[in-house]
């Protein structure tokens, strides 16, 4: 029935297309957790209107003088707001109607041609309840004082849905390879006592970057990691990097064209940090926060060290260049290039679980030896006791002192030898086991 159906829209609109001044190529649907992107590509602009209905919830898009190219896309099940897009007959030009499971608020605009796409129209569509209530306030968790909590790392998967990214010689887009390597680390940190990683992005989908902070701050996290692996006009560029965030200045050429190129996301995406209100604008860091920013340093540092036991880096030292998604005050964040997708040799590495499993194991060593020194008041972390290395120590003379197992002792510290040196700091777990 629905091949039928669709024979006999397409000899509907047959006497439409060739005259038609705009087609509509392709639509594509991104489903995220709390809204959904539908984007129309088109061959050129066109004239838009949406009307949102109800009994039953659906959108209609109206595009004027334009022809079906071919059968529309349907969403996913999981997607929380279209159940079905039709393509129906339009004297004017071309008409989508998207029923909905709920009803919801749907926002358009158009986008011109970029470096991925060619003309574009977009419809946002989010939750009408959500959309109209009042936001609520955050509470301040009143705890007692024996109990503590994890700290929380926000694990930010860079690019998503209609912003791909970098894309490497042989196809691979950066937005995959980023959501990898965060779900790997997401993984590895939820396993370790007393840390917890939320994921910004869980999907395949556009999240604009001042969304990606909200999302950190909405969960109190206690840092904030985004992942990359771009790309360069040099094919012969490689390396890991890391770099926080600098309203000074670049440190770099390199890592002021980098900013440039992430900072961008929006743009492809569809948001623009000029016509947004000035929040992004109005936190740029007073860095009367500077502990927040030293802190970012001091992770950045470490998670750069632990890098360099699992390849080669492209730059030895932290950089630090403006970085929209950077740009909350009082979480220390950092931003990891995994590595250069445009770089041939790295691409193939970048697309090797093995390899994204050894990029989540280096962010967590850093990580591990952050929060040893740095872990926040509260927080089960900072209730481990910390020995700092001296002349004469050995790790069974550490145990015995503090009246546990040598195997608690490496379990609480990642270590597989009993080899130690001065200066290190071990963490103490207060109880065997």
Request: hydrophobic share 40%; net charge negative; aromatic share 4%.
């Amino acid at each position: 029935m629905r091949t039928a159906l669709g024979v006999l829209l397409l000899g509907c609109l047959s006497g439409q297309v060739s005259a038609a001044p705009v087609s509509v190529q392709n639509i594509r649907i991104w489903a995220a957790p709390d809204s959904t992107r539908v984007v129309f590509d088109l061959s050129g602009p066109a004239t838009h209107e949406v009307t949102v209905a109800e009994d039953p919830a659906r959108v209609v898009m109206d595009i004027q003088d334009a022809a079906v190219g071919g059968a529309p896309a349907q969403p996913e099940d999981h997607d929380l707001f279209i159940r079905h897009v039709n393509a129906v007959p339009f004297d004017l030009g071309a008409r989508f109607v998207l029923e909905l499971k709920q009803p919801a608020v749907a926002k358009s605009f158009q986008l011109g041609p970029n470096q991925h796409y060619g003309h574009r129209l977009v419809l946002d569509l989010t939750d009408a309840a959500v959309d109209t209530a009042p936001q609520p306030q955050p509470q301040e968790e009143v705890a007692a004082t024996d109990q503590r909590r994890d700290v929380v790392i926000a694990v930010d998967a860079g690019h998503g849905g209609d912003d791909p990214g970098a894309r490497g010689p042989r196809g691979t887009w950066e937005k995959q390879i980023t959501l990898q390597m965060a779900r790997s680390l997401a993984v590895r940190i939820n396993a370790e006592r007393g840390m917890q990683a939320i994921l910004t992005r869980e999907g395949d989908y556009f999240l604009p970057l001042r969304k990606r902070m909200e999302l950190a701050r909405r969960h109190r996290a206690d840092l904030f990691i985004s992942i990359h692996a771009d790309a360069f006009r040099d094919r012969r560029v490689q390396g890991s990097s890391v770099y926080v965030l600098s309203e000074r200045g670049a440190s770099s050429e390199h890592a002021r064209w980098l900013a440039e190129q992430e900072n961008a996301s929006d743009l492809v995406g569809g948001v623009s940090l000029d016509t947004e209100d000035n929040v992004l604008a109005s936190v740029l860091l007073d860095l009367s926060q500077t502990a927040s920013l030293e802190a970012s340093i001091d992770v950045a540092e470490r998670v750069l060290q632990s890098l360099r036991k699992i390849g080669r880096l492209h730059n030895r030292r932290v950089e630090s260049a403006g970085f929209a998604v950077l740009k909350s005050p009082d979480i220390p964040s950092i931003l990891v290039e995994a590595a250069y997708i445009s770089n041939p040799d790295e691409e193939v590495k970048l697309r090797s679980p093995l390899h994204q499993q050894k990029v989540a194991e280096a962010i967590l060593s850093g990580l591990r030896g952050y929060f040893t020194v740095r872990a926040p008041e509260g927080t089960t972390l900072a209730a481990i006791r910390r020995h700092v290395i001296g002349r004469g120590d050995t790790l069974s003379g550490i145990a015995q002192q503090y009246r546990i197992s040598m195997q608690t002792l490496r379990d609480a510290n990642n270590l597989h030898t009993d080899q130690i040196r001065i200066g290190q700091v071990l963490a103490i777990p207060a109880t065997d086991g």
